[in-house]
Every structure is written in C-alpha cells, then in structure tokens.
C-alpha cells in the first residue's frame, strides 16, 4: 500500500530504480566559505538513504547531525557535493515540489499562540492547496485535506485533541501534534530532528512503533536524528554515524554500533550487549568512566 | 509488526488503526467517519461568515452614534436626513439643517472615517508582526516602528518637506522610511541564527524607543514655539481629519497596503510554526518577511503621518480577538482589523466629548488602556510568553 503522493515519484518502477536520497560529496558551512577547512559543518559526506527504511542519524554533539538532515530537508544547501531525492536533484526542486515529498519535524516547535490541534495538523497541507486567483491567499481546506488531517491525527492518536490548543498540550502530546502535521503532508520521506529529545519512556516507544510501522506499512522512508543510540538500534534499519562533520561509518546497527566505534567516536568506553528480545546491540555506560580520548 | 525487533512479544501500545490511505489527491476523499470531522476545531468558512457580518454590523451602529455624538447631539432622524440629501445632492434651504450638514460632513464623518481606518492599520500591522515575530507582544508602537516613523516626519517637517503632490502628501513616505528603518534595526538586533527571543525583540524596541524620542524631542526643541506646539500635539496621538480629497489619497494608499498584508494570512498561520519548519512546507519566507515588513512599516508611517503616536492599538486588539475566536490568521486578521477600527472610533470619540470644550489626545487614552493591559500579560500570562 502506497501513500498518495506527487505524480513526480507515483511509478513505482521509477521510484524504484533510485534511493529515496543519494548525497555525494556533500561539503555544507553556516555562511560564506570557510577559510581553515576545520570550519566545515560537514565535509565530504557520502550516503544514500533506501526507499522504505529507517535510517538513524547518530553521532556527539556538534558532529553536524542537525546539519545533514537541514541539508536533506532542503533547508539549507551544501556548498559543495549533489543531493538527489528519488533520483531528481535537490536543487532543481521547487520549494513546493520538495514539500510535497519530503516532510520536516524539529526538535521543538515554538507554540506562540493558541492554535488548536487541527489547524496546525491541517497546515501540512499547505504544499497540496489548491493555486487560485481569487482564493486571496485564504485557501480554505477541502474535504480531502481534512481527510489527509484525520487519518495523521488518528496514525498519531491526537483524534481526541482535536480543538485543544497546542498551547495546553503535554511536550508528548505536543511532539505528536507536529508528526501529525507533517504526516498530513503525505509526503514520501518524513525527517525527525531529535523526536524522542523530550519524552517520557512511553511516549518515545509509542513513536518509534509507529513510525516502524509507517515504514513498513505503507513505504514511508524515514531519516531520524537521534542522541538515544539504544533506540536508534531497535529501530533503525541502517545508521549513519558521523564524527566531526565526516561520516565515520554506515551499516546496520549491529555493524556501526561497536565498542571500538563507539570509542572513536564519543571517546568513552562502553558496554555493549545484545537486546534480550531482538538481539541488535544494547549500549549500557559502565559504572566508572575510562580514561577520557577524546 | 516490528521486523527489527524479531519474534519478541511487542510492548507497543495499541494505536487506532488508520484506515490506509488508498485515494490519490486528485480524487475525492470519500470520508470515513463523521462527515465533518473537524466540528468546532477549525475555522470555516461560514463561521467566518457570521463573525464578520456581526462584526460590520456593529461597526455601522456604533459608526452612527460616534457621529450623533459631540458638542453639539445629533438625532438620528436629522442624521439620516443630513446624510441622504448630501447623498443625493439636495440642497436645503434650512439654515439649522445646514449648520448640522456642515458639522456632520466636514468635522465629523471625516475624523470617524479616520479613526477607524486608522484603527484598522494598526490592528492589522500589530497581527502581522505579532505573527512574523511569533511574540504576541509585538505593535507598532511597542516595537519602535511608531517613534521611526514619527522621527522620518518630524525630520520631513523641520525642512520643510511636508508638500504635497497631488493631494498625496509626502510625510507618509517619510514615516514609511523612518519605520521600515526602525523594523530593520530591531530585527537585526534581536534576531540570532534562526531565532527570535521575545524579550531581546522588545528590549530592542525599547532602545530604538528611547533613541527616537530623543531625536524627535530634539528637533521639537529647535523649532519655531508654535510649530513645536503642534508638533507635541501630533505626537501625543490625535486625529485631526484631512479634507477630502487627501483622506481618499490617504485611504487608497492604506487599503493597498491592507490588501497586500491580507493576501498573506495563510502565510502568517504557518509562519507559527517557525521559520524552518514554515520553509519546509515549501514558503518562501525570506519573502514573506520582506513584504510583512515593508508594508508594516508602509501602513505605520502613513498612519503615523496623519495621527501621531497612538499607542496599543496594534497589541490589545490581536490579543483580545485571538482569545475570543482563535488564533487562525484567516479571521484573526480582518477580524482584529475591524475590532480595532471599531476601538479607535469609540476611543476618538471619547476623547472628543468626555472634557468639552477642551479635547484629550486619542493617544492618552489607547495608552492608558494598553498599558496596564501589557502590565497584565507580562506579569499574569507569563506562562502564555513562552
């Protein structure tokens, strides 16, 4: 079952032959170029994210995880190095083509005024709306965008907070309202920035499940940053860790997640065992901290 | 259910299960459930309907009794007489019906025709940049946007560049100028990478408050003694009606920029959500914040130009209409659009009758109203500020 999505990448062949992203070579810094290349954000980075998988996005603060997944919401642009989603350049994308396919949650929402839950799940349609000269910019949505809104709201299991204000809701809640916004997008590849950082254990097993089961459901490609590597071992298909704005390895969680990894990269040493349930690797801080590599 | 975590009963807790999407979104969702699934929770266009319509109702009825009231009462029936036979281009011979049309047409209709228009501006510009800002303290005033814009007139009329040109006169532009720099200038000094923290955006207009009523009180002090009265006047705030002929220069150029400001709601409600997020629903919002900029300070300056300083306009009245309708900018904006029409109106008319003969700045009194008001929100709503 496929979800409704731009004509763009509707043939399944055609989505089929191509990664839901490729980024090759990608160099990205805030502003102009640097002058020391130890100014890079990112440099050189190289992956591709599959069609239909969960891809985790793991790394220590500052190693440019937040940065990849701008570049890859196409919020920002890489001074250097191509990106193409579902074998389209990125840049030759419109804004609202782009939109239409890919769907960005941050790590938090400012919550200003006191829209209630269905507006702001109802804004994800914004891409779809109908273009219309009179329409003078109201735009009022249809009975499918509120079709769209329902089913993310009940995927999400926000049906009951409807016309609450996002203001009153729980950072839980709150988290969820915003997924439901951008699954309302419809769009083929959802990015989460950090979408456990705030949430109670229950509430992060609740959203993995869900989006494990978007994934597998109905081919929703996700990308998830993520500082909680137990999570992103359960349930991510491949991870990408990167090390100071350079990949430093991509594979399957029981291939990225090692002990000598995870030295390399965080500097600490720690215990890895594998989950009583599912097997992939369980990483637990030891008693007393090593002496420190960093 | 979860492959990656094998055979392993699952702790997931049991969600609703959607129904699958399976309609493209060139066909019509047949819709599962209730028909209206949404009842209550969004805005429609028929609740937008009879919000509006109540609201016009009341601004015509209470339009009416601001202009029988005054110096001198006006009953309705003589009113309407006025009115119509001016309408219709009869001319009277009654010498008392022709004091009152004179009263009624040239002081009265006038200034409440100003009042409101006003009115409107500034609830409008106070909507937008509260939106863009995503600080429900913004205004114009608030903000510094007012004192720049006042400083640009005051600049324009000690040289004396206060002509005018074809009934437009050029003192708006001037206002347009010295507010769009003020804008510019709070923007730059509260905005870090992608952020704007509420209170380093009103501590900016703090400042830039402080320095153009500097400039401005210096450029009152080096004038003539009864230019630099009126220039104290002006700037407390008060409506003083042109003739016709540039209130309708004046009304053009404020209702384009009403029409540019409504063109963008839908823009505004996203721009909510963040600057990051609104782009990745595919807004263009370096745009967006160009144009809300531009035409905030094209409104500001040319309501500042023709009525001073009046202050909280542009704060109380999005406030209070968001609280009773909702926050959607669809019928936030020419909502609080209206409402603050309305609230100026009254106010002017207030101010015009309560101390006959003597008449009170409009400004005053918004101030004394917005004042405590914003005293109440920062002390009581903190939570609300976040």
Known sequence: MRLPVDPMCTADAYSDRHHAYDVQGASFCYGKLPVRESRWVLSDVSLHVEAGEILGIVGPNGSGKTSLVKLLAKLAVPQRGRLSLFGRNLSDLSREEAARTVAFVPQESPTAFSFTVAETVLMGRYPHRRQSRWSLGFGWEDREDCAAAARAMATMDIGHLASRAVTDLSGGERQRAMIARALAQTPRVLLLDEPTAFLDLQHQLEICSVLRRLTDEQGLTVVIVSHDLNLASQYCDRIVMLKDGAMYSMGTPAEVLSVEALRAVYGCEVLIDPHPESGLPRITLPRQAGPFRG | ?386
């Open chain 2, 1 to 386: 259910m979860m492959p990656s975590a094998g055979d392993s009963t699952s702790p997931a807790p049991a969600l609703a299960s959607p129904p699958l999407p399976s309609t493209s979104r060139h066909s019509s969702a047949p819709m599962t459930g209730q028909e209206r699934p949404f009842q209550g929770a969004i805005l429609t266009p028929a609740r937008w309907c009879v919000i509006m319509g109540s609201l016009s109702v009341v601004a015509l009825i209470l339009a009416v009794v601001c202009l029988q009231l005054g110096t001198q009462y006006i009953g309705l029936g003589k009113l309407v007489g006025v009115l119509s036979s001016a309408l219709f281009d009869q001319p009277t011979e009654n010498e008392a019906i022709k004091t009152t049309s004179v009263i009624l047409l040239q002081v009265r209709l006038p200034r409440v025709f100003l009042g409101f228009l006003v009115g409107v501006c500034l609830a409008s510009v106070g909507v937008a940049l509260q939106a863009l800002l995503r600080n429900p303290l913004a205004d114009p005033y608030v903000l510094g946007v007012s004192s720049g814009a006042a400083l640009g007139v005051a600049v324009a009329v000690l040289f004396g560049i206060g002509t005018t040109v074809l009934a437009f006169s050029l003192l708006p532009v001037c206002g347009f100028v010295g507010g769009l720099v003020a804008l510019l200038v709070v923007y730059r000094m509260a905005a870090t990478y992608d952020r704007l923290p509420i209170h380093s955006v009103l501590l900016a207009g703090v400042i830039l408050n402080a320095i153009f009523s500097a400039l401005i009180m210096f450029i009152t002090s080096i004038m003539e003694p009864n230019r630099s009265f009126g220039m104290m006047a002006w700037l407390m705030g008060s409506l003083t009606a042109p003739a016709y002929p540039a209130l309708a220069a004046l009304s053009v150029y404020l209702l384009a920029g009403l029409f540019l400001l409504f063109k963008q709601v839908r823009v505004l409600n996203i721009l909510a959500l963040g600057e990051e997020p609104a782009r990745s629903l595919g807004i263009d919002t370096e745009r967006a914040k160009r144009v809300i900029f531009l035409v905030s300070a094209l409104l500001t300056g040319a309501v500042v130009s023709v009525s001073g300083m009046i202050g909280f306009i542009g704060m109380i009245i999005p406030h209070a209409v968001r609280l009773v309708i909702g926050a959607d900018h669809r019928l936030l904006l020419p909502a609080s659009a209206l409402v603050g029409g309305i609230f100026l109106m009254v106010a002017d008319t207030m101010a015009r009758t309560f101390f006959v003969p003597s008449e009170v700045p409009v400004g005053i009194i918004t101030a004394l109203a917005g004042g405590p008001f914003f005293v109440y929100l920062l002390v009581w709503r903190k939570d609300r500020l976040v």
